[in-house]
T-cell receptor, first 116, second 115 residues
Framework: DTGVSQDPRHKITKRGQNVTFRCDPI?????LYWYRQTLGQGPEFLTY????????KSRLLSDRFSAERPKGSFSTLEIQRTEQGDSAMYLC??????????????FGPGTRLLVL | GDSVTQMEGPVTLSEEAFLTINCTYT??????LFWYVQYPGEGLQLLLK?????DKGSNKGFEATYRKETTSFHLEKGSVQVSDSAVYFC??????????????FGGGTRLMVKP
């Protein structure tokens, strides 16, 4: 396993611009999660996929946010019309439900977004 | 809803000191409990986990015991090293009451170990 990878690692953008992040999970992990972590806080759940289906979205995920996992492999998280409040670390994690109900999530290195 | 409470940091210790980071949780179901560690500028790494009462998770000299009676999962290490300096997060997932099994995190505790 090469682990969960995320791209880019850092992104600086101006308010109002759109940004897109990519996450590549551990191969054959069927669940993929997105979390957001603001400075000095613990991560907060945003959304998750099982295979290509997006099964749950947090209330934190405003309509400016959209996530996809088109073939059940990598996922993208897009933020439209970015705001300064979107500045955070965006973390991706993956897990295998075949491991049983009590599976473990493995995290990527994160994408740090700064909105100016 | 589910929640996790950790002791606030920073915790500053000298090398070889004993470490305890307190974590308590509230959950309606029967959660799994985790400790993750985050080094500067990096994502979260799983440190240890426990899935049922009285289980002890351990890794790299760190230990934590799932105490259902006190709803706690305190992290301990007998002798810390400078390389242990990081932020530690306690987390839970509740697969019985939440099919998505998403993690609920505490606020994190920063550990600083001085030589």
């Amino acid at each position: 396993d090469t682990g969960v990878s995320q791209d880019p690692r850092h992104k600086i953008t101006k308010r109002g611009q759109n940004v897109t992040f990519r996450c590549d999970p551990i191969s054959e992990h069927n669940r993929l999660y997105w979390y957001r972590q603001t400075l000095g806080q613990g991560p907060e759940f945003l959304t998750y996929f099982q295979n290509e289906a997006q099964l749950e979205k947090s209330r934190l995920l405003s309509d400016r946010f959209s996530a996809e996992r088109p073939k059940g492999s990598f996922s993208t998280l897009e933020i439209q019309r970015t705001e300064q409040g979107d500045s955070a670390m965006y973390l991706c994690a993956s897990s295998s439900i075949q491991g049983g109900v009590r599976e473990t999530q493995y995290f990527g290195p994160g994408t740090r977004l700064l909105v100016l | 809803g589910d929640s996790v409470t950790q002791m606030e940091g920073p915790v500053t210790l000298s090398e070889e000191a004993f470490l305890t980071i307190n974590c308590t949780y509230t959950a309606t179901g029967y959660p799994s409990l985790f400790w993750y560690v985050q080094y500067p500028g990096e994502g979260l790494q799983l440190l240890l986990k426990a899935t049922k009462a009285d289980d002890k998770g351990s890794n790299k000299g760190f230990e934590a015991t799932y105490r259902k009676e006190t709803t706690s999962f305190h992290l301990e290490k007998g002798s810390v090293q400078v390389s242990d300096s990081a932020v530690y997060f306690c987390a839970l997932s509740d697969p019985v009451n939440n099919a998505g099994n998403m993690l609920t995190f505490g606020g994190g505790t920063r550990l600083m170990v001085k030589p």
